[in-house]
């Protein structure tokens, strides 16, 4: 009976475990993103304010633009385009 009792609560942890790293993964995964062209006089600064997540330091959404967009620097090119994480 013991043995039972004990295969059941394995299974159940088990299935506790799963489902957790499967929501986990999908919260993850539902980021959202804006596709944005530069034109002259735009900056990252000025990108990240009107289109980045309100929420967020300003600083860090400009990290993510550069990290996903693979910029090395803050020059901007018009004509360029530019993924933007949201909200």
Same mark, same amino acid.
């Not at 990240?48 to 803050?74: F, V």
């Given at each position: 009976?013991?043995?039972?009792?004990?295969?059941?609560?394995?299974?159940?942890? /088990?299935?506790?475990?799963?489902?957790?790293?499967?929501?986990?993964?999908?919260?993850?995964?539902?980021?959202?993103?804006?596709?944005?062209?530069?034109?002259?006089?735009?900056?990252?600064?000025?990108?990240?304010?009107?289109?980045?997540?309100?929420?967020?330091?300003?600083?860090?959404?400009?990290?993510?633009?550069?990290?996903?967009?693979?910029?090395?620097?803050?020059?901007?090119?018009?004509?360029?385009?530019?993924?933007?994480? /949201?909200?």
């Amino acid at each position: 009976m013991k043995s039972k009792r004990k295969y059941f609560f394995i299974i159940v942890f /088990a299935a506790i475990l799963v489902m957790f790293f499967v929501f986990e993964n999908k919260t993850k995964a539902e980021n959202t993103y804006t596709r944005v062209t530069i034109y002259k006089g735009d900056t990252l600064w000025k990108i990240a304010k009107e289109y980045g997540p309100k929420n967020k330091d300003i600083r860090k959404t400009i990290y993510e633009i550069k990290k996903i967009n693979n910029l090395e620097t803050s020059i901007l090119i018009p004509g360029e385009q530019l993924i933007i994480p /949201a909200d």
